[in-house]
């Protein structure tokens, strides 16, 4: 290949002509010029791709936020939940202890008729 006074190399040992070579030349300068293009428009540069990162960071923080937000929420219902059973149980532990106390004097009432009934009849 030679470099002609024009910047562009010529295929005159591969048996083309001036015209030719110039041509192909041509044609392969513009493919790689498109290419070219086509690279650059996918590129970013260094401060694009800080913006975009500190973006995604920005937004990973905030689902973060969310996450913890709901979990303590969530956490706060089960509590409250927890708390309300809690007092359910002790209501109804309160109701069997006064059942059970019921129960107790009712016998002990029936018991002590019944004492008393005996010791009337034995007389």
Not at 69 to 91: D, M, P, T, V, Y
């Amino acid at each position: 290949m030679e470099k002609n006074g024009k910047n562009r190399f010529c295929f005159l040992t591969l048996g083309f002509t001036t015209q030719q070579a110039e041509i192909i030349v041509s044609a392969l300068v513009k493919i790689t010029e498109a290419n070219l293009d086509i690279v650059y428009k996918d590129m970013v540069n260094k401060m694009q791709q800080e913006i975009t990162l500190q973006q995604i960071m920005s937004q990973i923080a905030n689902v973060k936020k969310d996450m913890i937000i709901l979990e303590k929420s969530g956490f706060s219902a089960l509590r409250a939940e927890n708390e309300k059973i809690k007092l359910e149980l002790l209501q109804l532990k309160q109701q069997v202890m006064d059942e059970m106390m019921k129960v107790r004097t009712d016998t002990k009432l029936n018991f002590n008729l019944e004492k008393s009934r005996v010791k009337e009849l034995r007389r």
